[in-house]
């Protein structure tokens, strides 16, 4: 009696079902997690972006830039958007942080003016 091993060409169904199961079980502990990451970043570059405002506004405030009172959203306004100081140490610099307005918006939760001075509220 002669015995012959049956060679295996490939997965059996079994198989294959096993694998995307535990794929599937995979992603979904995973997606939950990406999600909190991404919420994460988002709040760190919020919270980032208003610290960069806070510190524009700090330098223009040295530089002799008006922000007390009604003209302080138009003057962060004009800093964000690259407005130049005209007196001061500062004159004809620059000041710009690169934040489109929706982000300015989202950055702004983490600012307060008190007293007619930004204020970084991480």
Known sequence: MKLT?????????????VVIAI??????IAVPQ??????????????????NISN???AAQAAGLDLVGTKTIDNLADIAN???VTEGV???????ANIDPAELTKAAVY?????????YNP
């Open 5 to 17: 091993k049956i060679a295996s060409k490939g997965f059996s169904l079994v198989e294959m079902l």
């Open 34 to 51: 990406i999600a909190d990451f991404t919420e994460a970043a988002d709040d760190s570059k919020n919270k980032r972006n208003a610290q």
């Open 82 to 84: 690259g407005g130049t």
């Open 56 to 58: 524009m506004v700090a």
């Open 111 to 119: 600012l307060s003016v008190e007293n007619g001075v930004l204020r």
């Open 23 to 28: 794929i599937g079980v995979i992603a979904a």
């Open 90 to 96: 500062f004159k004809d610099k620059v000041f710009r």
